[in-house]
């Protein structure tokens, strides 16, 4: 909580009313014949183009999806296909200002504005412009398909670029904007500003945030726009993500230039339907979807309703906004009223509306009506505008024969490639060439000098312990490599709960707050979504970022962002994106069944994504270091039991300089020679005090290691250490059905099938809910447990009396019950 801020209770308890100011609905009611002024004719014309060409490139979409040919040409294409037909003005009014320093977010139902912003950009780049852009993209590979046998104008070379390749695109082609990972719901074209479109309804309404955080913070120019459907409102992302946006501090903490609301628009493309159900007068409750920016901020986030099926409607209220945005008044909300002819996607009979309310949008069509309008203001003959679907009926057609031809435009040969994409497993120092904002030299902070004092190793040379103020521990370590690289790198910064006053939530970040500005640190929203969300836009625009998940029980807060968006825009771009995030989540004890759960294996279990559990200070430090060098999403866990602890096991300590831990990477911490222990996170220590228990008591000596990450994990060490010991258990802190101790486990006996004397067994919590403090004895493993196991599973132990964990009898029973 900030310091400065007072909350006077004579004020806050003051009686009174909360007033709301009018919001405007479809006030634009200009024709072009009125705005000639504003608009050239070629630029009217282009507006009809635009529009032409969507309707076009749509059409072909449906006939190709429910009668299997476009123009006599047989095709099969099984993949989606969400339309947008009848919305092309909201489209292309939405893109016609923005130019390419300017980004739009979209949805499932994207083509079109893929295509408006695409021909904006076009329409405004010089030719130098465009084809440097042709040439450096995929090294060429598109414009050279779309370059043979033409020659035309540099701007119509870039329109047969633009649709070929989101054509190609969503016909899984390698030569698409995406090497045709992303199909169609996730085409996207970052050159001329085109981001990710979500396949998940409301998915761009927190990431479009992030963007827009990026540019703030970096100081890049232009705005952001949230493309969202109207039934997308009622989803918890872009509730979040407007929160987020919202957020008061942008204004009253936030400091010089920094100060000011985020350059975000959040542009409701308004269809009136959400899959067959109808928003208004139906599943939600909003009646005019602009109402909501009421409910935001004291601006009413200056939201309006648009007539969307006018294009200088939209056009008028995008000039508008961008100065609300330019002042830094943002974020803005834009209700765009429009109508979707087609179905939510080809297989939808449209049964939930009538055929007399489609006609009666038909009749109003925006594009009849504009061509109209043209016509009556004497800006273009019905021949000129005959000649426009001529143009565009060939292009589409043209462009769709070389889409479809296995020859030009193949398939990937060798899928096995799409592995390769998963990670980047880049290297990079800084991604900002600007010097940090920081508000002291590193070494004159409080913190830094505190952590100089201490031992970084934990034993004396006697080998006793120092206490526990004196050690170096994990939470140093960690602190230590993040503060490091917000001295090397301008772009970072990190948010979550509580990450700044309080000194993040388990004092990490202690000592942070005087020596970074509010814009690199600061506390966000009690939104998991947001802060996961607002990230990966963050990153995916150019940005490092740390976003703070306090327990890892809330991942499922954020789980469509986790699971769904972290992991898979690097493969799905072609690895056009990166995505540098850090995610820091904790693993708890002592607060019961919502706080103190081990949830890495539900994480491990989600391809494209890096997983790090390091319990030791040298390995934290190490790991983290690695991971913010990385140009890859890692979720990093850290045990809340151990924040203290010291370093133990590297005998030199922590150094002080920088070192890096290669992410995968298994570590023995204690070596032996009768049975192998692997454990994951915490579980270490308890490994440590079994094996101790079995040297000294029962003669056998146990090889401990320590698996420190769980994606990407190199089994060489493991192998090495079964052909010596013949045994092997798998322990961590998640509970053990379904655990990713058993993907381990499974790998291991096949991979060490010929050197096992008996079979790995797997230790892992109790299948119950994690009890108070008082009763985690009998629900986490204990070093008991690891004795109880070797004693009945693996070999028998002279003179032991075993608990009943693991007879077999036990372990039938409970599973039977389900725990």
């Known amino acids: 909580m900030p310091k400065s801020q007072f909350i006077d209770p004579a004020e806050a308890r ?29 630029e009217l014309k282009a507006i009809y183009h635009d529009m032409v060409l969507i309707r076009e490139f749509e059409t072909m979409l449906n006939l190709i999806k429910t009668k299997g040919e476009y123009n ?37 139902r994207s083509h079109g504005e893929i295509l408006a912003k695409g021909m904006s950009a076009i329409h405004k780049l010089s030719d130098e412009e465009l084809m440097k852009i042709m040439q450096e993209f995929f090294d060429g590979t598109v414009l050279k398909i779309v370059q043979k046998d033409f ?58 945030v992030g963007a827009a955080l990026y540019k703030k913070v970096n100081r890049k120019p232009g705005l952001v726009v949230a493309n969202i459907g109207d039934a997308s409102m009622a989803c918890g992302p872009v509730w979040e993500g407007i929160t987020f946006a919202a957020m008061d501090q942008f204004r009253e903490l936030w400091e010089g230039e920094m100060q000011g609301g985020l350059p975000v628009i959040i542009n409701i493309m308004n ?44 056009i008028d209220a995008y000039r508008r906004k961008r100065k609300v945005i330019e002042e830094k008044k943002g974020p803005v909300l834009l209700d765009v009223l429009t109508y979707r002819y087609s179905g939510h996607s080809p297989s939808d009979a449209s049964s939930y509306r009538t055929k007399e309310e ?73 991604f900002s060439d600007a010097k940090p904002d920081v508000l002291m030299p590193l070494e004159e902070n409080s913190r830094v000098k505190k952590i100089a004092t201490k031992e970084r190793f934990a034993f004396d040379a006697d080998g006793k312990p120092f206490s526990k103020m004196k050690q170096f521990q994990l939470r140093d370590a960690i602190f230590e490599a993040i503060m490091d690289r917000f001295y090397k790198d301008a772009s970072l910064i990190a948010y979550g709960e509580e990450n700044r006053d309080w000194g993040g939530a388990f004092a990490v970040y202690g000592g942070m707050t005087e020596a970074l500005p509010y814009h690199r640190l ?53 690895n056009v994106l990166k995505m540098p995030v850090v995610l820091r989540v904790s693993v708890g004890s002592k607060y019961g069944a919502q706080h103190s759960q081990d949830w890495t294996s539900l994480v491990a ?14 390995d934290a430090k190490g790991l983290m270091n690695a991971a913010l060098q990385g140009t890859d999403p890692v979720i990093f866990f850290e045990s809340q039991r151990i924040y203290d602890i010291g370093e133990q096991f590297h005998k030199g300590g922590v150094p002080t300089g920088y070192y890096e831990i290669p992410i995968g990477e298994p570590d023995v911490k204690r070596e032996g020679k009768d049975i192998t222990f692997l454990t994951i996170g915490h579980t270490l220590y308890p490994a440590l005090q079994a094996a101790k228990e079995l040297e000294t008591v029962y003669g056998m000596s146990a090889e401990v290691i320590d698996a420190r990450s769980l994606v990407p994990f190199n089994y060489e060490k493991v192998i090495a250490s079964v052909k010596k010991t013949g045994k092997i258990i798998v322990a961590g802190d998640a509970t053990a059905r379904g655990s990713f101790l058993n993907d381990l486990a499974a790998n291991i006996s096949s991979l060490c099938f010929d050197y096992l004397d008996a079979p790995v067994g797997v230790l892992g919590s109790r299948n119950w809910i994690t009890p108070a403090h008082e009763l985690e004895s009998a629900f986490f493993p204990q070093p008991s447990w690891f004795i109880d196991m070797i004693h009945e599973r693996i070999q028998p132990l002279n003179g032991y009396i075993p608990g009943e964990n693991f007879t077999d009898a036990e372990m039938i029973r409970r599973a039977k019950k389900g725990v």
């Open 72 to 108: 006599g040409v047989a095709y099969n294409h099984p993949g989606p296909a969400h339309l947008s037909i009848g919305q092309e003005s909201a489209a292309v009014g939405m893109a016609w200002t923005l130019t390419v320093d300017d980004f739009i977010f979209g949805s499932h």
């Open 522 to 574: 600061f506390n966000s929203p009690i939104s998991e979504a947001s802060i996961v969300g607002t990230a990966i836009g963050y990153a995916m625009c150019g940005g490092r970022v740390i976003p703070e998940i306090m327990y890892c029980d809330f991942l499922g807060r954020c789980g469509d962002e986790v699971f769904n968006q972290l992991p898979k825009w690097q493969a799905m771009s072609g």
């Open 151 to 208: 020659n035309g104008t540099t701007k119509e070379l870039a329109r047969r670029f633009l649709v070929y390749g989101t054509l190609a695109e969503i016909f899984a082609r390698e030569t698409g904007f995406n090497k045709g990972l992303g199909g169609s719901m996730h085409a996207f074209f970052t050159p001329f500003g085109v981001y990710p479109n979500n396949a998940i309804v409301g998915g761009s309404g927190d990431i479009a």
């Open 605 to 618: 279990h989600i391809p494209g994504i890096k997983v790090c559990f390091p319990v030791t200070p040298y």
């Open 271 to 314: 269809n009136q339907y959400g899959m067959g159900g109808q928003t208004c007068g139906e599943t939600m409750g909003y009646g005019i979807a602009a109402r909501i920016g009421a409910g935001v901020n004291d601006e009413q986030m200056h939201a309006e309703r648009v007539d969307g099926y006018n294009p200088l409607a939209v």
């Open 14 to 42: 003051k009686p009174g009313v909360v007033e709301f100011q009018p919001i405007p609905v479809n006030q634009y009611q200009k024709t072009v014949k009125e705005e000639r002024g504003n608009f050239t004719d070629e």
């Open 358 to 430: 489609v006609e009666a949008w038909e009749r109003q069509d925006c594009i009849a009506s504009f061509g109209k309008q043209l016509l009556e203001a004497g800006v273009a003959t019905q021949d000129e505008l005959d000649a426009v679907w001529s143009d565009v009926k060939a292009l589409t057609h043209e462009m769709f024969l070389k889409s479809i031809d296995d020859e030009i435009s193949p398939r990937m040969k060798n899928p096995d490639v799409i592995g390769e994409m998963m990670f980047s497993n880049g290297s990079v120092d800084s």
